[in-house]
């Protein structure tokens, strides 16, 4: 077993500020860009919401209110699921979720009024505005709203952006949003119409609203986004060489967004059972492909840590049981369990969750820089993710290394030898099958 080396003593170098003796510009403050951003999300919030009152009307908003959130806990759980193999900051989520619900849901219903307005006065069929709304000016304008988010957090946050399942959980919980603000405006009005056509039960309009937007198609504003995600989660893969790649790729998962979204919309036009036949022939296969997809990245970046991992074993950073240990989501879970009910309760849970971030990120970044896609501060980040380890080995390494022990396979019978978890490699050899006879 490698001897654990003494912790880093490297010196991270003067800070570039005051190395040059110039302090930034009052706009260039992090409490500054923050507040700025939080004041334009409350502002658009508040805005949104009279709108939405003023169309609905109170007890219209209330109602749309409680039946456009249902879906909401399953959807932020979901992609939270997905991004469990390296969790990104929950600011991240708060912060798209926000944007989607207020800032993207303002831009849309702004810009969608005074475009159908402008279509409906300025030609010969006015008849026909709201439906090049609807299938023309809509995706358009709302994927565009939405896709804004995605591009902040891909340009400000860079560092928690690094690949596909990133973009679809931001895009995701944008879309997420923006649909909750939608619901509302559609189910609020669904039941101010009911209120003047006394219709009641299963037959009403709201009743009707509530099982195409909220049973069926939850879904719809979501898959839209995601498109735009992947589309960015692909250009953050790419090296900072491939300009033309880094442009290319989110232009074309939003346009791709955009064609989804307006074909969804444009199902109306086509016919008695057009919406069905295009939900049932085409956004139902569609969201399984995108649901396989994410699945198969998620799997894909446990495979990643356990086979970048064995290096950092190697130097002495890591026990040999973690590769295994990070590469499975139980064995983690199992990890976090043991710490909490014997190593220290929910504060040593929490350490272990973050070792287990940490050495994540660390694997990803050891990959990228193995294929030529890290940045100019891999050495620096690296030494970090390296620091934040070691401050929390302590706790961790009895956690992980007791989850090795649970999750390992049981000996084969016939007197064959047990894959080692406490040596590299950390993972049985691929032909090793504990079930062949």
């Given at each position: 077993?490698?001897?654990?080396?003494?912790?880093?003593?490297?010196?991270?170098?003067?800070d570039?500020?005051?190395?040059?003796?110039?302090?930034?510009?009052?706009?260039?403050?992090?409490?500054?860009?923050?507040?700025?951003?939080?004041?334009?999300?409350?502002?658009?919030g508040?805005?949104?919401?009279?709108?939405?009152?003023?169309?609905t009307?109170?007890?219209?908003?209330?109602?749309?209110?409680?039946?456009?959130?249902?879906?909401?806990?399953?959807l932020?759980?979901?992609?939270?699921?997905?991004?469990?193999?390296?969790p990104?900051?929950?600011?991240?989520?708060v912060?798209?979720?926000?944007?989607g619900?207020?800032?993207?849901?303002?831009?849309?219903?702004?810009?969608?009024?005074?475009?159908?307005k402008?279509?409906?006065?300025?030609?010969?069929?006015?008849?026909?505005?709201?439906?090049?709304?609807?299938?023309?000016?809509?995706?358009?304008?709302?994927?565009?709203?939405?896709?804004?988010?995605?591009l902040?957090?891909?340009?400000?946050?860079?560092?928690?952006?690094?690949?596909?399942?990133?973009?679809?959980?931001?895009?995701g919980?944008?879309?997420?949003?923006?649909?909750?603000?939608?619901?509302?405006?559609?189910?609020?009005?669904?039941?101010?119409?009911?209120?003047?056509?006394?219709?009641?039960?299963?037959?009403?309009?709201?009743?009707?609203?509530?099982?195409?937007?909220?049973v069926?198609?939850?879904?719809?504003?979501?898959?839209?986004?995601?498109?735009?995600?992947?589309?960015?989660?692909?250009?953050?893969?790419?090296?900072?060489?491939?300009?033309?790649?880094?442009?290319?790729?989110?232009?074309g998962?939003?346009?791709?967004?955009?064609?989804?979204?307006?074909?969804?919309?444009?199902?109306?036009?086509f016919?008695?059972?057009?919406?069905?036949?295009?939900?049932?022939?085409?956004?139902?296969?569609?969201?399984?492909?995108?649901?396989?997809?994410?699945?198969?990245?998620?799997q894909?970046e446990?495979?990643?840590?356990?086979?970048?991992?064995?290096?950092?074993?190697?130097?002495?950073?890591?026990?040999?049981?973690?590769?295994?240990?990070?590469?499975?989501?139980?064995?983690?879970?199992?990890?976090?369990?043991?710490?909490?009910r014997?190593?220290?309760?929910?504060?040593?849970?929490?350490?272990?969750?973050?070792?287990?971030?940490?050495?994540?990120?660390?694997?990803?970044?050891?990959?990228?820089?193995?294929?030529?896609?890290?940045?100019?501060?891999?050495?620096?980040?690296?030494?970090?993710?390296?620091?934040?380890?070691?401050?929390?080995?302590?706790?961790?390494?009895?956690?992980?290394?007791?989850?090795?022990?649970?999750?390992?396979?049981?000996?084969?019978?016939?007197?064959?030898?047990?894959?080692?978890?406490?040596?590299?490699?950390?993972a049985?050899?691929?032909?090793?099958?504990?079930?062949?006879?």
């Amino acid at each position: 077993m490698a001897i654990s080396p003494p912790y880093p003593t490297y010196s991270p170098g003067p800070d570039p500020v005051s190395r040059s003796g110039a302090h930034p510009h009052w706009w260039q403050r992090r409490w500054v860009r923050y507040g700025a951003l939080i004041t334009l999300l409350a502002l658009s919030g508040l805005v949104i919401l009279a709108l939405v009152r003023r169309q609905t009307g109170t007890e219209g908003f209330l109602v749309g209110l409680g039946l456009a959130v249902l879906p909401v806990p399953w959807l932020i759980a979901a992609f939270r699921w997905l991004d469990r193999v390296e969790p990104g900051p929950w600011r991240n989520l708060v912060f798209a979720f926000a944007w989607g619900a207020c800032a993207a849901a303002l831009i849309a219903i702004v810009a969608n009024s005074f475009a159908t307005k402008w279509i409906a006065t300025s030609t010969a069929d006015p008849a026909s505005a709201d439906t090049l709304g609807a299938t023309v000016i809509a995706p358009i304008v709302e994927e565009s709203a939405k896709a804004a988010a995605v591009l902040l957090v891909f340009l400000f946050r860079r560092r928690d952006f690094t690949g596909i399942v990133d973009g679809v959980v931001i895009a995701g919980v944008t879309a997420t949003g923006f649909a909750f603000t939608e619901n509302i405006l559609y189910l609020g009005t669904a039941f101010g119409t009911d209120q003047l056509t006394g219709d009641r039960g299963i037959a009403s309009v709201t009743a009707a609203t509530f099982f195409v937007r909220i049973v069926m198609s939850p879904f719809a504003h979501p898959l839209f986004t995601v498109l735009t995600g992947i589309g960015f989660g692909f250009a953050a893969l790419s090296t900072e060489r491939q300009h033309t790649r880094r442009v290319l790729l989110p232009l074309g998962g939003l346009l791709l967004a955009m064609s989804m979204h307006a074909f969804w919309n444009g199902s109306s036009t086509f016919g008695e059972f057009g919406f069905f036949a295009v939900y049932g022939a085409f956004m139902v296969p569609a969201f399984g492909l995108l649901t396989w997809l994410a699945i198969w990245t998620r799997q894909r970046e446990l495979r990643t840590v356990r086979e970048e991992l064995p290096a950092y074993v190697h130097a002495g950073w890591l026990g040999p049981a973690e590769p295994f240990v990070l590469g499975s989501m139980r064995a983690r879970r199992t990890a976090r369990n043991h710490a909490r009910r014997y190593l220290g309760g929910r504060p040593a849970a929490r350490a272990v969750a973050q070792y287990e971030a940490y050495a994540t990120s660390l694997a990803f970044l050891r990959h990228r820089g193995r294929r030529g896609r890290a940045g100019a501060d891999f050495v620096v980040r690296e030494r970090e993710l390296l620091a934040q380890l070691w401050q929390r080995r302590d706790v961790a390494r009895p956690a992980l290394e007791y989850a090795a022990r649970v999750a390992a396979p049981a000996r084969p019978l016939y007197g064959a030898p047990a894959p080692y978890w406490y040596g590299y490699p950390a993972a049985p050899h691929p032909a090793y099958n504990p079930y062949r006879s």
